[in-house]
């Protein structure tokens, strides 16, 4: 079965840097385009970023553009994202996920089949 399992996660000031993995297993990861989401308590899941499943391509959310950066490992079945300079509206839960595109694109939490069980990102100011 798919498994997702998320890592990294922590407290930190703002205008600190967090780098988040996650491990995948159950489906063909090398194959696949990978999401990241976050879910702030009170708000709906919403994207963060994307990468195609060869790596050279990536999709990032204007909220986050310019500060955070996805990457994988196929080899590893792994995706990640560095997080920098980051701000208190920055916290929340983040989720990594495999997209039903074959691309780096934008993506709605409601297209996702599969969630792993997140990790907590915190951010003071």
């Known amino acids: 079965q798919v498994q997702l399992v998320e890592s990294g996660g922590g407290s930190v000031q703002a205008g600190g840097s967090l780098s988040l993995s996650c491990k995948a297993s159950?489906?063909?990861?090398?194959?696949?385009?990978m999401c990241w989401f976050r879910q702030a308590p009170g708000r709906e899941r919403e994207f963060v970023a994307s990468?195609?499943?060869?790596?050279?391509?990536?999709h990032v959310s204007l909220l986050v553009t310019g500060r955070f950066t996805v990457s994988r490992n196929n080899a590893e079945s792994s995706v990640y994202l560095q997080m920098n300079n980051l701000k208190p509206e920055d916290t929340a839960v983040y989720y990594c996920?495999?997209?039903?595109?074959?691309?780096?694109?934008?993506?709605?939490?409601?297209?996702?089949?599969?969630w792993g069980q997140g990790t907590q990102v915190s951010v003071s100011s």
């Open positions: 159950g489906f063909a990861f090398s194959d696949s385009a």
């Open positions: 996920a495999p997209s039903r595109l074959s691309e780096a694109s934008y993506m709605v939490a409601s297209m996702i089949d599969y």
């Open positions: 990468i195609s499943p060869d790596g050279a391509s990536t």
